[in-house]
Every structure is written in structure tokens, then in C-alpha cells.
């Protein structure tokens, strides 16, 4: 069974997708192992019915106070994410590490700093989006996060995105674009267009590189300074 597949067994809510460019075929990700399917049963994911009627505050809350999956027995802090609740731009990492474990604040390590200056090049201040990850809590030793992690944790995601409304989602990295994508897809394969992500909202969304590659692959900036046009441009064309 392959990775999305094991998604669907598992239940997690599809997002409406809808491409702008049909997504051409590309090398699969490894398959999950059935031993993370045995795992993934243990969790009681965290259903969007009990976070309808919550704003973000409670959200916040929520989350803090969350353990549906084994990640809240090693966290130090829940990352919530940052930023006004009001806000044009969303941005969505994979989950927090060491440094945001620590301070319970996004991308406030040395990625953090090349994603300021990232958003910089394009006119942003870190002020003016919101940042969050798919996980609110760290995988130990920095880790992929699980299936049935995303899968437990994937309802405040939703509903972060249901109550900031924003004109434009940037999810940064490959586990973020595949899990909200639903795409087995090599990242390479995926940038480079727009996506529409969420069931009314059909909120436009550019993939990028994750600022944590960037630092291994300096070369890589190019494509993310591209991608950030892309979605700049897409966003004024719909003022
Ligand atoms: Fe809860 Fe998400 Fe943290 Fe797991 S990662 S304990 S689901 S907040």
C-alpha cells in the first residue's frame, strides 16, 4: 500500500485540491511501514467536530493542553504558531524543533532566521503573516513526523486555517506540501504552480524549499525567491 493509501486507511480529512497545471508522475516516497499503521491505531486523533466553535485563543489553548498522540510526553512546549489572526499570508513548516520546542514559538532558530529574511526579500515582516507547522509538537532528534502523528494533530491545522482566512497559504518543505497536498510527489515536481487548498475557501497555496534545506543547499534560494514571486504575484492579481 503506498503513502496515500495508508492515508485514506487512516482516515485523514482530504483537502479539495485543485492544481492549476495537472502534477505530473514522479518517484514515489517510501511506503510507510505496517508497524506505523499498528502505531497510528493507538491515537485518538483530535476531531474538527470538538473545535468548530473555538476562536483562536481557545485554539491556542486547546493545543497546549493536547496529548492524542506520544509526542506530548516529550515536548517541552506546545508552537501554536504566531502572528496576527488577521493576516494575508500563511505560512505552514512541518514541525517545531529543538529551538521552538524551547520557546514554543515557530522558526526561531537559525531556519527561522533565513525564513525573515525570506519573507524580507518579498516586503513581509515575520508581523505581517502567520506561521505555524503541521505538528504543534516536536519529533524527537528532529525526525519525520509520523503518519499518525499528522494524522492525530491534523484537526488544528484545519481550524487554524478556517478561522484566519488567509489569501495565501506558503507550505514550506516536503513533508508539509505532501500531507496538505496529499501528494507523493518529489517537492521538485510540486513547486512552481499554484494549488487551491481547503473545502470553501479554495485558499490559493505555493510549495517551497524548507528554510532548514536552504541552509544545506544554499543554491536552492533561487527557486524559493521564484516560488515567493509566484505567490506574490498570484495574490495581487486577486486584488
Ligand atoms: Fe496533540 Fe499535535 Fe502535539 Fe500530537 S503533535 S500531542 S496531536 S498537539
Same mark, same amino acid.
Given at each position: 500500500m503506498d503513502r496515500l493509501a495508508y492515508l485514506r486507511a487512516l482516515g485523514i480529512t482530504p483537502w479539495h485540491l485543485r492544481a492549476s497545471q495537472p502534477v505530473s508522475a514522479d518517484p514515489p516516497v517510501e511506503?510507510?511501514?505496517? &508497524? !506505523? /499503521?499498528?502505531?497510528?491505531? *493507538? #491515537?485518538?486523533?483530535? %476531531?474538527?467536530?470538538? @473545535?468548530?466553535?473555538?476562536?483562536?485563543t481557545a485554539l491556542r489553548h486547546?493545543?497546549?493542553?493536547?496529548?492524542?498522540c506520544e509526542l506530548h510526553q516529550t515536548r517541552k512546549h506546545t508552537v501554536f504558531g504566531e502572528g496576527h489572526h488577521k493576516v494575508d499570508w500563511l505560512i505552514i513548516g512541518e514541525a517545531p524543533g529543538a529551538d521552538e520546542d524551547r520557546e514554543g514559538q515557530?522558526?526561531?532558530?537559525?531556519?527561522?532566521?533565513?525564513?525573515?529574511?525570506?519573507?524580507?526579500?518579498?516586503?513581509?515582516?515575520?508581523e505581517e503573516v502567520f506561521i505555524t507547522n503541521i505538528l504543534k509538537c516536536r519529533p524527537p532528534n528532529n525526525r519525520d513526523p509520523?503518519? &499518525? !502523528? /499528522?494524522?492525530?494533530?491534523? *484537526? #488544528?491545522?484545519?481550524? %487554524?486555517?478556517?478561522? @484566519?482566512?488567509?489569501?495565501?497559504i506558503i507550505c514550506l518543505g516536503r513533508v508539509a506540501a505532501q500531507a496538505l497536498l496529499q501528494s507523493e510527489l518529489a517537492i521538485g515536481k510540486m513547486r512552481g504552480q499554484i494549488y487551491h487548498l481547503g473545502r470553501q475557501q479554495n485558499i490559493p497555496t505555493v510549495v517551497t524549499y524548507h528554510p532548514a534545506y536552504l541552509l544545506r543547499s544554499p543554491r536552492e534560494k533561487r527557486?524559493?525567491?521564484?516560488d515567493l514571486k509566484l505567490a506574490r504575484a498570484h495574490l495581487l492579481s486577486l486584488a
Open positions: 511506503p510507510a511501514e505496517p &508497524a !506505523e /499503521i499498528v502505531d497510528s491505531m *493507538a #491515537y485518538q486523533p483530535v %476531531q474538527t467536530s470538538d @473545535l468548530q466553535s473555538i476562536d483562536l486547546h493545543v497546549s493542553q493536547c496529548q492524542a515557530p522558526f526561531v532558530g537559525p531556519a527561522g532566521q533565513l525564513l525573515t529574511q525570506m519573507l524580507r526579500a518579498i516586503g513581509l515582516a515575520r509520523k503518519v &499518525a !502523528e /499528522i494524522h492525530a494533530c491534523h *484537526a #488544528y491545522l484545519d481550524r %487554524q486555517i478556517q478561522l @484566519l482566512e488567509p489569501k495565501i527557486k524559493v525567491w521564484e
